[in-house]
Nanobody
């Protein structure tokens, strides 16, 4: 049974940092696209960023414009884990953050996968609150 479990959310002041983690289990995710999405109160869930396999042992990360330069996605395949380092946080970053995985048997995607409907597995989410 595939499971994604997020952790690391919390309350932080504007300008601060948080690091979210996502622990994946149930199978190997090394070629899967692993992404982060978020949903603020009263808004639709939106793409934050994702990291995709680009051949061999290489990966490439894509980001939403709103977080580019502030957030960094990384993964540790040995631990089946995904991370989101969030720096220079703003009140508008307040949301529930979700980890997601898009199954991939070996396709080399040339573009970011930003559509949440493409993702097969989801975590329960972790709350991030940024106070002003």
């Amino acid at each position: 049974q595939v499971q994604l479990v997020e952790s690391g959310g919390g309350l932080v002041q504007a300008g601060g940092s948080l690091r979210l983690s996502c622990a994946a289990s149930g199978r190997t995710f090394s070629r899967d696209i692993m992404g982060w999405f978020r949903q603020a109160p009263g808004k639709e869930r939106e793409f934050v960023g994702a990291i995709r396999w680009s051949g061999g042992s290489a990966y490439y990360a894509d980001y939403a414009d709103s977080v580019k330069g502030r957030f960094t996605i990384s993964r540790d395949n040995a631990k089946n884990s995904l991370y989101l380092q969030m720096n220079s946080l703003k009140p508008e970053d307040t949301a529930v953050y979700y980890c997601a995985a898009k199954y991939n048997s070996g396709t080399l995607y040339a573009q970011a996968r930003t559509d949440q409907n493409e993702y097969d597995y989801w975590g329960q989410g972790t709350q991030v609150t940024v106070s002003s």
